[in-house]
């Protein structure tokens, strides 16, 4: 059994977004990097996975140099070996051939990651995977249970969730409550120095979308509070002035 | 050349974030001289809520009403609507972003070889290349998009445009698909999901609760709430952690990101991660007995006081002005 789980090198939850060279570039200064918080589920579940099934464990990034701890700490959270793509991941369609690349030739029975990445928010790169490799892409999926070569999921949908069985080779992309995000310990932070973090170049460059510009949503205005004994006062604003109701 | 909306539907009705698919295909054939707006149903769906498509933009709908389509099966949709896409001569397809939109969209970018856009926020410019302003950052930022390639693929966001209500009903025009039996590979065993409820992600109106409600057994208030303004429960991530309230209730970076006209939220502090997740409502009510709670910062409007006296009243108020 083999498992592979495909994170993302993202800002953390908590940073703030800016942009520098004439809002063309994203502003690093100052922001902390993070394992994608939806990777970090997938991640979480196929570690459990790993050691349930005696499987082994890869971790993929494509990304710069500067992802490297970001691999690293997948490392210490449990997978066995990193492979990073040696480049910045341009689009969905680039990332996906990336890691449909590695995938024919590794033949992962496994492919997890997050539903989404909280940069780009696409969610699209398991659905390109998966039919690129024809196989079954399942996307947002809050629990998979392996039990032979069947595989038992539940998938969220608006309003509540349906459950779903495939056969395995099979890619989904995770959500919470899949797993519990882990921490590494230790002895995991130590193992993770020596384990193989493997820099491959990337096989095909071509993209179908590029972007030309970031912006900022407009600064929201004050607020205007209502006294807590005068809630028609509220109700007048929202119909009147909002005209929301 | 046509545009093609693939039309989602549940409990026997157009889904409302299809039919704003459906008035965004319109909106961009008028812009940019698309050619007709075709919009693809799979399914069984009774044709004449299908008709309904018309009103909202659409010149003609394509239904297969095979039973095994009704559920919805990803790589089987997939198939379907490629083929449709292909059938019609159409270069864009428009869809609602949803749980299964997203699914089937990523799997029609590689089968149609299209440029895929998600989280679309408005019309294309298209005076100098093919540009989309996409939400990016979980809402924090935009992103101006050029897609590249011939066929396109634009997944549209609640509110992008205005839904059209003057169309004409349209003819529907039905089909039967052959689709390979190894596209239903992927069995849905049981579907467990909230009836005659509005849902979260299509609400106009939404209204959640934090950790200031204290309990569960409080909801009530939040739901008579709701129930005055039509509309949907949410939470914030620390409630539906504890297992307050449903994991498909929870709003916020790694939950629902609504686009509502109005979100009222109660007792909840405004962590960045629960703003992420509500930043592209048009007004924001925030409502807390904390004044240096950082939702404040965030609101259109605010009442500074305890949510068990506060929520009561403003129902009361509301049921006034009926």
């Known amino acids: 059994m083999k498992i592979l789980v495909c994170i993302t090198h993202v800002p953390d939850t908590t940073s703030k977004i800016q942009f520098t060279d004439n809002n063309t570039k994203f502003d690093k200064n100052g922001v902390q990097f993070i394992i994608g918080p939806y990777d970090d589920y997938a991640l979480a579940r196929a570690v459990e996975l790993k050691e349930q099934l005696n499987a082994t464990l890869t971790v993929l990034n494509v990304g710069e140099a500067e992802t490297e701890p970001t691999l690293r700490k997948a490392l210490a959270i449990g997978a066995d070996d990193a492979i990073r793509v040696n480049s910045f991941p341009k689009d969905s369609l680039f990332v996906a051939k990336q890691i449909t690349a590695i995938a024919k030739e590794n033949n992962y029975d496994l492919i997890l990651m997050g539903r989404e990445s909280i940069d780009f928010n696409g969610g699209m790169v398991h659905g390109m995977v998966g039919e690129m490799l024809g196989i079954p892409s399942i996307s947002p999926v809050m629990k998979l249970e392996i039990e032979g070569t069947t595989v038992k999921m539940a998938r969220e949908i608006e309003g509540g969730k349906e459950y779903l069985e495939a056969s395995l080779p099979l890619i989904a992309g995770c959500q919470e409550p899949i797993a519990e995000w882990k921490i590494p310990n230790m002895r995991g932070i130590m193992s993770a120095r020596t384990k193989p973090l493997n820099v491959v170049e990337p096989v095909d460059e071509s993209t179908a979308t590029e972007v030309m510009q970031f912006q900022l949503p407009p600064a929201k205005g004050a607020v205007k509070l209502v006294d807590k004994d005068n809630v028609e006062e509220l109700v007048k604003l929202l119909k009147n002035d909002a005209k929301v109701l | ?322």
């Open chain 2, 1 to 322: 050349m046509s545009i093609l909306v693939y039309i989602e539907h549940a409990e026997g009705a157009i889904k409302k974030t299809s039919l704003e698919a459906v008035s965004y295909g319109k909106a961009l054939s008028d812009k940019i001289g698309g050619g007709d707006v075709i919009a693809v149903a799979l399914g069984a769906i009774d044709s004449g809520e299908l008709k309904k498509a018309g009103i909202a933009g659409a010149s003609k709908i394509i239904h297969d009403a095979n039973d095994k389509l009704t559920a919805g099966v990803i790589q089987a949709h997939a198939d379907a609507v490629a083929q449709v896409y292909n059938q019609v001569g159409a270069n864009t397809l428009v869809l609602a972003k949803s749980s299964l939109g997203d699914a089937v969209a990523a799997r029609l970018a590689i089968k149609l070889n299209a440029g895929l856009v998600s989280n679309v926020v408005d019309l294309p410019e298209t005076s100098d290349g093919y540009k989309v302003k996409r939400s990016i950052y979980t809402g924090k930022a935009f992103a101006e998009t050029v897609i590249n390639t011939d066929h396109k693929i634009l997944a549209v966001k609640k509110n992008a445009v205005d839904l059209l209500t003057d169309g004409a009903e349209a003819d529907v025009e039905s089909v039967s698909l052959s689709i390979d039996e190894a596209n239903f590979a992927t069995s849905i065993t049981s579907t467990d999901k909230a009836t005659g409820e509005i849902l979260l992600p299509e609400a106009d109106i939404v209204v959640s609760g934090g950790r200031g409600m204290k309990g569960p057994e409080n909801w009530g208030m939040l739901e008579d709430l709701a129930k005055e303004l039509g509309a949907a429960t949410g939470c914030s991530k620390p409630v539906s952690d504890i297992g307050w309230r449903p994991h498909h209730e929870h709003v916020g970076q790694t939950g629902v990101k609504v686009a509502p006209t109005l979100y009222v939220a109660v007792g909840i502090s405004g962590a960045i991660q629960h703003l992420a997740g509500v930043n592209s409502s048009k007004y924001i009510v925030v409502i807390n007995k904390d004044p240096e709670a950082p939702f404040f910062k965030a609101a259109d409007y605010g009442i500074v006081g305890d949510a068990f006296e506060v929520i009561p009243k403003l129902t009361e108020a509301l049921k006034a002005i009926k």
